[in-house]
T-cell receptor, first 110, second 111 residues
Framework: DVKVTQSSRYLVKRTGEKVFLECVQD?????MFWYRQDPGLGLRLIYF???????EKGDIPEGYSVSREKKERFSLILESASTNQTSMYLC?????????FGQGTRLTVV | TQLLEQSPQFLSIQEGENLTVYCNSS?????LQWYRQEPGEGPVLLVT?????EVKKLKRLTFQFGDARKDSSLHITAAQPGDTGLYLC???????????FGTGTLLAVQP
């Protein structure tokens, strides 16, 4: 059974903190993605990676960075969390067809 | 930036009614996917359409890809409470293998 696992379902962080969101996949896919989901805006792509140590900016990369040291793990980093980064964060992996998603991390920045 | 606009944004209907959700873009996509997301879960793929004009059926759900491959629609016949969820279209970004998601349609089917 396919698995994309995000390390936390819920997180509450303070403004200015450095935040790490972790994602692990067991599908041996090269492509991994981080999206944020906000009501009425759908899923917006933050960053994606098509290989180990490779990364590409998505549509809204400002305030975020990523790390892909191993094929199965893709981390999203908020260098200095701000209240406008309060959102649902979804990790996904993709081979040649469909995307498989984790259950999401609901991050609240106070 | 490629954009996909969905309409309507919200839809609340009674069980047994029919509905159509639209997904529109000014960009051409090599393929288009529809996903459904339930509360507390990630989106799950329903269908992929590839050819302009293609129609695919999944039980009571009918998906159509526009002739110019810029738009798509999802029609649900005789909606049931189990159809409740967020419906998302997603266009294939091509060589980068990334998916561009639409703005989403939140459907609530009342018993």
């Amino acid at each position: 059974d396919v698995k994309v696992t995000q390390s936390s379902r819920y997180l509450v962080k303070r403004t200015g903190e450095k935040v790490f969101l972790e994602c692990v996949q067991d599908m041996d896919h090269e492509n991994m993605f981080w999206y944020r989901q906000d009501p009425g805006l759908g899923l917006r792509l933050i960053y994606f990676s098509y290989d180990v140590k490779m990364k590409e900016k998505g549509d809204i990369p400002e305030g975020y960075s990523v790390s892909r040291e191993k094929k199965e793990r893709f981390s999203l980093i908020l260098e200095s969390a701000s209240t406008n980064q309060t959102s649902m964060y979804l990790c996904a992996t993709r081979g040649n067809t469909e995307a498989f998603f984790g259950q999401g991390t609901r991050l609240t920045v106070v | 930036t490629q954009l996909l606009e969905q309409s309507p944004q919200f839809l609340s209907i009674q069980e047994g009614e029919n509905l159509t959700v639209y997904c529109n873009s000014s960009s051409v996509f090599s393929s288009l996917q529809w996903y459904r997301q339930e509360p507390g879960e990630g989106p799950v793929l329903l269908v992929t359409v590839v050819t302009g004009g293609e129609v695919k059926k999944l039980k009571r759900l009918t998906f159509q890809f526009g002739d110019a491959r810029k738009d798509s629609s999802l029609h649900i016949t005789a909606a049931q409470p189990g159809d409740t969820g967020l419906y998302l279209c997603a266009g294939d970004g091509g060589a980068t293998n990334k998916l561009i998601f639409g703005t989403g349609t939140l459907l609530a089917v009342q018993p």
